[in-house]
């Protein structure tokens, strides 16, 4: 029943004479009248019906009525309130008069209104149904005859009896299906909270209306919040995707092998429903929550773009945040949103404005060790319950996301110096060596230096380290960046670019010479050596043939030249 309802049932059973309601539709209705009692010659039937310009100057003339000597024992509930003490401001006649009874019967003596042979019986009281207790009115909030009621949501108990009262209407008489309700209905009642009962059964008429069988009851509750049928986790495909990854994305992103193999684990787990399942359901955690730690310029970001696309078929699935712009305590207002009164308060927040336009997608929170620690504090909730609740109130869910946290600690950028004997992982350690002082790096700042190791806790073993990019993963790298060029100068100029192999092994021996700083670095090296003195050859060539040739590379004092030539001059 609706809160209305449930006021009704109470008063009658309190043996009001007269109960009324008002809302902005409906206008006056009569609820109950006892039997000893004629509403006709309390307050006109003529004044009961649908809302017109004039209903809310009868609700006056109602509230007044009620406190005349010798009245029934009357009850005026009027809901939808937040929308009257809205209109406070600029309120014409009929709302002033309403709110001037109002506020005299909030301050009147109580005495006034309790019957002599009944202390504590009022014989009118006005129930104002409000959306949140701040949206009445001081005058009326404060006043000695008042009293704020907050109606609690459901907790868990009662969420477990109204699940197994609507799961009854996805039931056959099969025991296996008993069997799966029974589940069903725990389900249900832990994964929501934060909702209504009257949500909860929504919740069961979507899955029977989407053919959702009980033991995918999960699965309706997050098409529910998300008011989206279709997921991605369900794709047929997805598994298909999933499995040619290890290729697919070997390809784009080179020389971390061990890397790719585990975020693909982790995602497939998901993608198979196995999230959650040691501990009985997925408690609306994000589908999966990866920590990619390493070197810098290995391939950790262009990971997170593949696994966009491969979930989610589109590279822009993906969401970057930047966490040393969030460095400061007040930042967190830029995450989640400022507080009501707030500059910015309309804005709402970067991250929970994303994730409810995106909902299916991966975010990525770039260097995480240097967000401000009470950032981190909301990532807690974010892992452990799947939801955070922006400056607005409103609670946006994360369920359906994947969580990628990136890191640079225990690497540095160079590799020689004294910080190489210091617990720094550099180029040319074997892997496990990198491995080890990465995870030691992450355990150090999150335990002793931030104090969050809950944080760590939640993350678990999703801990994926990169290694340092090889010699032959940068000479690769130096190619495929080529190749780009190559692609750029026939899409943009309309001509072939021939490099020849001379050219291309004096750019893979520059790039090669220190892998420090992974691809970034092997791509600084080809603008530098390559597409720099592209650019002025291109810029000082009087004309172009379909084929052009780069024959040569050479160094002049601080710069690079080359020699761009059709094959008929290169070959003279």
């Known amino acids: 029943m609706t809160t209305a309802q449930a006021i009704i049932d109470l008063l009658i059973g309190r043996r009001y004479d007269l109960i009324y309601s008002h809302d902005p539709v409906d206008g006056i209705r009569l609820e109950f009248h006892g039997a000893d009692v004629d509403p006709e010659s309390f307050f006109s039937s003529t004044h009961l019906g649908r809302a017109t310009a004039s209903t809310t100057g009868r609700l006056a003339d109602l509230a007044k009525n009620a406190r005349m000597p010798g009245a029934p024992r009357v009850a005026v509930i009027v809901a939808y309130a937040s929308r009257l003490w809205a209109e406070e401001h600029h309120a014409g006649p009929d709302l002033r008069g309403l709110f001037a009874i109002a506020e005299k019967r ?15 019986r009022f014989d009118c009281g006005i129930f104002w149904l409000a959306d949140e207790a701040q949206d009445a009115p001081t005058w009326l909030s404060h006043a000695s005859g ?42 249900l009642a832990d994964l ?13 008429t979507l899955a029977i209306e989407q053919g959702i069988g009980a033991t995918r009851i999960d699965e309706a509750l997050r098409s529910y919040r998300l008011g989206i049928l279709e997921s991605p986790w369900g ?31 982790v995602l497939t787990r998901s993608a198979m429903g196995l999230t959650g399942a040691h501990v009985g359901n997925s408690s609306g955690r994000p589908q999966g929550i990866l920590f990619f730690a390493g070197p810098t310029g290995v391939g950790k970001t262009e990971l997170a773009k593949a696994l966009a696309e491969t979930l989610f078929g589109a590279q822009d699935a993906y969401i970057r945040f930047d966490m040393s712009e969030f460095s400061a305590e007040h930042s967190e207002a830029r995450l989640i949103g400022a507080p009501p ?23 990525l929170f770039d260097e995480i060790e240097k967000a401000h620690p009470r950032i981190l504090d909301k990532f807690l909730q974010i892992l452990e319950d799947g939801r955070l609740t922006d400056g607005s109130g409103d609670t946006v869910y994360f369920s359906e996301t994947v969580i990628v946290f990136t890191s640079n600690l225990g690497t540095y950028r160079s590799s020689s110096g004294p910080e190489a004997s210091d617990g720094f992982a550099r180029w040319g350690d074997p892997y496990r060596d990198t491995e080890a002082k990465v995870r030691r790096a992450i355990e150090l700042h999150f335990t002793e230096h931030l104090q969050r190791p809950e944080l760590l806790s939640r993350i678990g073993d999703n801990i994926v380290v990169f290694d340092f990019i090889s010699d032959t993963v940068g000479r690769e790298l130096v190619r495929k960046y080529l190749a780009a060029v190559v692609r750029r100068v026939q899409t943009r100029h309309g001509f072939t670019l021939q490099i020849l192999p001379q050219v291309v092994d004096i750019i893979e021996e520059k790039a090669v010479e220190n892998l420090a700083f992974g691809g970034r670095g092997v791509g600084s090296i080809v603008e530098t050596l390559f597409v720099n003195p592209l650019t002025r050859a291109l810029m000082s060539a009087e004309k172009f043939t379909p084929v052009m040739v780069v024959g040569q590379l050479r160094q002049l004092d601080r710069s690079w030249e080359l020699t761009l030539a059709s094959p008929e001059v290169t070959s003279h």
């Open 106 to 120: 909030a301050n009147s003596n109580d005495a006034e209104d309790q019957p002599a042979n009944n202390p504590g």
């Open 341 to 363: 009164g707030y500059v910015g308060h309309a804005a709402g927040g970067e991250l929970t404005n994303a994730v409810r336009d995106r909902p299916f997608s991966i975010l």
């Open 192 to 204: 929501s909270q934060g909702m209504s009962l009257r949500e909860i059964d929504s919740v069961v």
């Open 146 to 187: 008042v009293r704020l009621v907050h109606i609690p949501l459901p907790p868990l108990g009662l969420r477990k009896a109204g699940a197994a009262l609507f799961i009854r209407r996805m039931q056959d008489p099969d025991d296996a299906v008993e069997t799966a309700a029974r589940a069903a209905e725990t389900v």
């Open 235 to 265: 794709d047929p495909l997805l598994l298909q995707r999933l499995k040619r990854g290890t290729e697919s994305i070997g390809r784009r992103v080179l020389g971390q092998p061990r890397a790719i193999q585990q975020a693909l684990t």
